[in-house]
């Protein structure tokens, strides 16, 4: 079969990430039979780099030499406009700043699709060479800190916007109603495939965390403060004081460690709330916990959710918007509100009251996934739509 189709992915990086993650099982799941892919990253190196198919070329976005000086009047443009527009997004500020630093793609392509928010957009939109532009957005624009009369100029110039999430796409629409703009949208959730999370969850880790005697919660995410972690950290020292025998793992890494540590420290959890670090393969972890939490302030659509309702796990999440196309309150799990008490509340729920919990794990097992198989057909006619 000839292949028609040129296509490159862009993303910052292929580091720990839901988007990342999505963007990898994709790229594995695409006719590469058809289409020539190429993807490519500015930082170098990710976790998810080994994942991406060999048929795939991975580039290196290109990027201006400085001398010590010129370094200099950078780092001092980004500060002035950090000073200046303390509302604004750091990715936006950044691109302002640096964008004359990256060296337009020389190769066209035939579509060329920015697959998260910020930065991946603007280089898409301003340094590739493309037939086609999109941009995917897997997060909650307004809620994730950017500012739409910064960003019009990029979006105007797309093709069209994939939102994750029904609920993401709408507050993407409500940003553009704020400047009077119209702009092509769709939804194609992010890709998960179940049978590939069913079996790494059977592999082997080299921490044990089940017990009988003491309760096991998991939660996986970046550790940053979209997750709300410090909602984690007071719901555990609730339990703490409530005399249950927990222990709360978190898996992922992210500029708030520090932070959190001190947290955990100033509330005395060091043996209870425990931060595990990136994992390679967080599937084991989650399979062996009796409880998977998700604390997230937003979710463009909320990936580890989804993969530990996979794995049968009773899951507490907070009441983010698109949580309510995941889980089925008190039916496939429990929807708390944004607060330490009501976390630990449904926590207490699980533990108290096995009854409860195995109708939970039983509606979860009954349920058939077919989402992964329903994203790959909107994708392969998203860009069979482009061929007409």
């Known amino acids: 079969m000839n292949k028609t189709k040129s296509i490159l992915f862009i993303i910052e990086s292929l580091h720990c990430g ?10 594995n799941n695409i006719d590469l039979t058809k289409y020539n892919v190429d993807l490519l990253i500015l930082k170098k190196g990710g976790e998810f780099e080994k994942f991406v ?3 795939i070329e991975i580039k290196a976005i290109e990027v201006k030499e400085s001398n010590f000086l010129g370094k200099f009047f950078l780092k001092m443009k980004f500060f002035i406009l950090r000073k200046i527009f303390e509302n604004v997004h750091n990715a936006q500020l950044f691109w302002k700043a640096y964008s004359n630093q990256f060296i337009n793609q020389k190769e066209e392509y035939d579509i060329a699709i920015a697959y998260n928010q910020g930065f991946s957009t603007y280089y898409t939109v301003e340094k590739v060479q493309a037939n086609s532009k999109f941009a995917w957005l897997n997060t909650d624009y307004k809620k994730a800190g950017y500012t739409i009369s910064k960003d019009i100029y990029f979006y105007k110039k797309l093709n069209k916007v994939v939102c994750v999430s029904k609920e993401n796409e709408a507050s993407f629409i409500k940003e553009l109603n704020t400047v009077n703009t119209t702009i092509e ?25 089940s017990n009988e005697n003491i309760t096991s919660i998991v939660t996986v995410g970046r550790l940053a403060k979209a997750k709300g972690y410090e909602l984690a950290i007071e719901a555990c020292s609730i339990l703490i004081k409530s ?4 222990k709360w793992y978190v ?11 001190k947290l955990i420290a100033t509330y005395k959890l060091e043996e209870h709330f425990i931060l595990l670090g990136f994992k390679e393969n967080p599937y084991p972890y989650i399979k062996a916990a009796d409880i998977y939490v998700q604390t997230s302030l937003f979710e463009g659509l909320g990936l580890s959710v989804i993969e530990a309702s996979f794995l049968n796990k009773p899951i507490v999440a907070t009441n983010f918007p698109s949580v309510y196309n995941i889980i089925d309150d008190k039916k496939t799990g429990l929807i708390t509100d944004m607060k330490p008490s009501a976390i630990s509340a449904a926590v207490k729920l699980y533990i108290n009251d096995d009854e409860f919990k195995t109708t939970i794990v039983n509606n979860l097992s009954s349920i058939e996934n077919t989402d992964k198989e329903k994203s790959i057909e909107k ?6 739509n482009l061929e007409k």
């Open 251 to 261: 898996i992922g890494e992210g500029p708030e460690r520090v932070n959190l540590e």
């Open 185 to 209: 949208t769709t939804v194609i959730k992010d890709i998960t495939d179940k049978k590939v999370i069913e079996k790494l969850s059977r592999e082997k880790t080299p921490e044990n965390i």
């Open 18 to 27: 839901g988007a990342e993650k999505s963007l990898v099982t994709l790229l």
């Open 379 to 384: 994708i392969n006619n998203f860009i069979l």
């Open 243 to 246: 005399k249950l025998n927990v």
């Open 53 to 55: 198919p060999k048929e």
